[in-house]
């Protein structure tokens, strides 16, 4: 018997074809498409925006709500008065010295002010001596600073980053953006109700990024109150009313915590992986503050003591000569110490006291001194004769310095045996590395020799002058010791015999004096 063959089954009844090779790449690479991810997380953004309670944005229309511009209205009317007020604050060393100054102990704040300009300008003008002066100041710098911890400088620090970010949020141009919701927005005019409108979201695109990189740093649990009295004490007024700060760093908060602003820009930009650039303010002022302190201070000090020495030169120079200029030497000059200057060398250093110690032996020496001198030594008669030729010797080195010193000068001209050593070291430098260890040597041997001529000399002068006082006061004396006739010496002179001695050698004090500022 044949077998009747089964009627054909349903198509919906067979096995499911299992997917191919080529099926599965299909998928999965469909799935893993920039383009689909990118749109399928565009639609997930949009959805967000739409679910978001604070309505900023249309994501259907692409457009930017009102209530966008009254988050902005609400900061723009606590912060328009502090915009004006610390305009360029961020960049203005006022605003971090203020900081720290507001922050020293009572203790630290006295010491900072004694190490103030004005301070060390007022004790130097009360008297006080150069070197005392000077280390006053080191010892106020060493207990200042030793009393500041790391803490309390961090402290610092962080507080005035926080600032910066204050001033960044108050930087902002609310209006600029404002006055595109409503077109007759007046700047700063807080009587003004506006009328804002919904705009093409596209119109403030760039705005709202700039503003991105501003708000992951504002920190709405901070101390505002701190940062408030900072600024209150740096412009001597309140700079915002702090209850509408308050409010406002509560939107900014609500704003964070959504997320709804960079939703809204990588919605314009159809791009859901845009960040903004936030910039992170990581600014050190306590350390440049205590560096620019103690640099200060230790100019101040040393500016007072430079003007103390040049007062004091120009007294000594009126006491000596009637005048603080003379007759200078033609090559050891300071005209020929550019030259020097400009390869890094010293020149010559001892130019005003070899002008000084050859007016003096060329206008006191052989005249005024030389007088007295030849009076006590020629027509005195000393029971002890070493005085006298203690102070023979002395002047009679003293007359051959002059030449020394004109010897010493002429040699220095561009055909004298220095001169030309100089001038061909010097021309050889441009070139020649050891040409200028050679020419700082000859100068450092030109110094020595002045150096030399004024040590030597201001020793022969304290010899004279020792004599001189010896003299001086033994001619007080009812029953002399040394000078045995000085009633002859008496008519010598036209004038009393003590005053003369007595101005030689107050002269010559003053020259030692004078050199002696040189050392």
Same mark, same amino acid.
């Given at each position: 018997?044949?077998? /009747?063959? +089964?009627?054909?089954?349903?198509?919906?009844?067979?096995?499911?074809?299992?997917?191919?090779?080529?099926?599965?790449?299909?998928?999965?690479?469909?799935?893993?498409?920039?383009?689909?991810?990118?749109?399928?997380?565009?639609?997930?953004?949009?959805?967000?925006?739409?679910?978001?309670?604070?309505?900023?944005?249309?994501?259907?229309?692409? +457009?930017?709500?009102?209530?966008?511009?009254?988050?902005?209205?609400?900061?723009?009317?606590? &912060?328009?008065?502090? =915009? $004006?007020?610390?305009?360029?604050?961020?960049?203005?060393?006022?605003?971090?010295?203020?900081?720290?100054?507001?922050?020293?102990?009572?203790? =630290?704040?006295?010491?900072?002010?004694?190490?103030?300009?004005?301070?060390?300008?007022?004790?130097?003008?009360?008297?006080?001596?150069?070197?005392?002066?000077?280390?006053?100041?080191?010892?106020?710098?060493? &207990?200042?600073?030793?009393?500041?911890?790391?803490? %309390?400088?961090?402290?610092?620090?962080?507080?005035?980053?926080?600032?910066? $970010?204050?001033?960044?949020?108050?930087?902002?141009?609310?209006?600029?953006?404002?006055?595109?919701? @409503?077109?007759?927005?007046?700047?700063?005019?807080?009587?003004? #109700?506006?009328?804002?409108?919904?705009?093409?979201?596209?119109?403030?695109?760039?705005?709202?990024?700039?503003?991105?990189?501003?708000?992951?740093?504002?920190?709405?649990?901070?101390?505002?109150?701190?940062?408030?009295?900072?600024?209150?004490?740096?412009?001597?007024?309140?700079?915002?009313?702090?209850?509408?700060?308050?409010?406002?760093?509560?939107?900014?908060?609500? $704003?964070?915590?959504?997320?709804?602003?960079?939703?809204?820009?990588?919605?314009?930009?159809?791009?859901?992986?845009?960040?903004?650039?936030?910039?992170?303010?990581?600014?050190?002022?306590?350390?440049?503050?205590?560096?620019?302190?103690?640099?200060?201070?230790?100019?101040?000090?040393?500016?007072?003591?430079?003007?103390?020495?040049?007062?004091?030169?120009?007294?000594?120079?009126?006491?000596?000569?009637?005048?603080?200029? !003379?007759?200078?030497?033609?090559?050891?000059?300071?005209?020929?110490?550019?030259?020097?200057? /400009?390869?890094?060398?010293?020149?010559?250093?001892?130019?005003?006291?070899?002008?000084?110690?050859?007016?003096?032996?060329?206008?006191?020496?052989?005249?005024?001194?030389?007088?007295? $001198?030849?009076?006590?030594?020629?027509?005195?008669? %000393?029971?002890?004769? =070493?005085?006298?030729?203690?102070? +023979?010797?002395?002047?009679?080195?003293?007359?051959?310095? #002059?030449?020394?010193?004109?010897?010493?000068?002429?040699?220095?001209?561009?055909?004298?045996?220095?001169?030309?050593?100089?001038?061909?070291?010097?021309?050889?430098?441009?070139?020649?590395?050891?040409?200028?260890?050679?020419?700082?040597?000859?100068?450092? /041997?030109?110094?020595?020799?002045?150096?030399?001529?004024?040590? @030597?000399? !201001?020793?022969?002068?304290?010899?004279?002058?020792?004599?001189?006082?010896?003299?001086?006061?033994?001619?007080?004396?009812?029953?002399?010791?040394?000078?045995?006739? %000085?009633?002859?010496?008496?008519? +010598?002179?036209?004038?009393?015999?003590?005053? !003369?001695?007595?101005?030689?050698?107050?002269?010559?004090?003053?020259?030692?004096?004078?050199? /002696?500022?040189?050392?």
């Amino acid at each position: 018997m044949a077998v /009747q063959a +089964s009627p054909p089954q349903p198509k919906s009844a067979y096995p499911a074809k299992a997917p191919g090779l080529l099926d599965r790449l299909f998928s999965l690479f469909a799935s893993d498409d920039p383009e689909r991810r990118k749109q399928r997380q565009l639609r997930e953004i949009a959805a967000d925006l739409k679910r978001n309670r604070q309505k900023f944005y249309n994501p259907t229309r692409m +457009s930017a709500e009102a209530g966008l511009a009254k988050f902005f209205w609400e900061i723009y009317k606590t &912060v328009a008065a502090a =915009q $004006v007020l610390l305009k360029g604050a961020e960049v203005s060393g006022a605003l971090k010295m203020a900081l720290v100054d507001l922050n020293l102990s009572e203790e =630290q704040s006295l010491l900072r002010e004694r190490l103030t300009e004005k301070s060390i300008s007022e004790r130097a003008q009360k008297g006080a001596d150069p070197a005392s002066l000077d280390a006053e100041v080191k010892r106020d710098l060493k &207990v200042l600073m030793g009393g500041i911890d790391t803490d %309390w400088m961090n402290d610092l620090d962080a507080l005035f980053n926080r600032v910066l $970010v204050f001033l960044d949020l108050i930087s902002f141009d609310y209006y600029f953006l404002l006055k595109k919701f @409503d077109a007759g927005l007046p700047e700063r005019d807080f009587s003004y #109700a506006p009328r804002f409108d919904s705009i093409d979201g596209a119109t403030i695109q760039e705005e709202l990024q700039d503003f991105l990189e501003i708000l992951p740093n504002v920190d709405p649990d901070a101390d505002w109150d701190r940062i408030m009295g900072v600024l209150k004490e740096h412009r001597g007024m309140e700079i915002a009313a702090r209850e509408s700060l308050r409010r406002a760093l509560q939107s900014i908060r609500e $704003v964070q915590k959504s997320g709804v602003l960079l939703l809204v820009v990588r919605h314009l930009l159809s791009n859901p992986a845009w960040k903004p650039m936030v910039k992170a303010h990581r600014e050190r002022i306590v350390e440049p503050y205590l560096s620019r302190l103690k640099a200060e201070a230790e100019t101040t000090a040393q500016k007072v003591a430079h003007g103390k020495r040049a007062e004091k030169l120009e007294e000594l120079a009126r006491a000596v000569f009637g005048s603080s200029t !003379v007759e200078k030497l033609s090559n050891y000059s300071e005209q020929a110490n550019p030259e020097f200057a /400009q390869k890094m060398l010293g020149g010559f250093t001892y130019v005003n006291a070899l002008n000084y110690l050859r007016a003096f032996l060329t206008l006191y020496l052989p005249a005024s001194i030389r007088e007295v $001198v030849d009076l006590l030594i020629i027509k005195g008669k %000393w029971a002890n004769p =070493q005085p006298s030729n203690q102070m +023979s010797e002395a002047f009679h080195q003293l007359l051959t310095v #002059a030449e020394k010193i004109g010897r010493f000068d002429t040699d220095l001209a561009e055909d004298g045996e220095l001169g030309r050593r100089l001038k061909n070291f010097a021309l050889r430098a441009e070139r020649d590395r050891k040409a200028i260890v050679q020419l700082r040597m000859a100068l450092q /041997q030109i110094n020595d020799e002045a150096r030399t001529l004024i040590g @030597d000399s !201001v020793q022969h002068f304290v010899s004279i002058a020792r004599v001189l006082k010896l003299a001086h006061e033994d001619a007080g004396k009812l029953n002399p010791a040394y000078l045995v006739n %000085w009633k002859d010496l008496k008519p +010598s002179t036209d004038k009393d015999l003590r005053t !003369v001695i007595a101005a030689a050698y107050k002269r010559i004090y003053n020259f030692v004096q004078l050199m /002696q500022m040189y050392k």
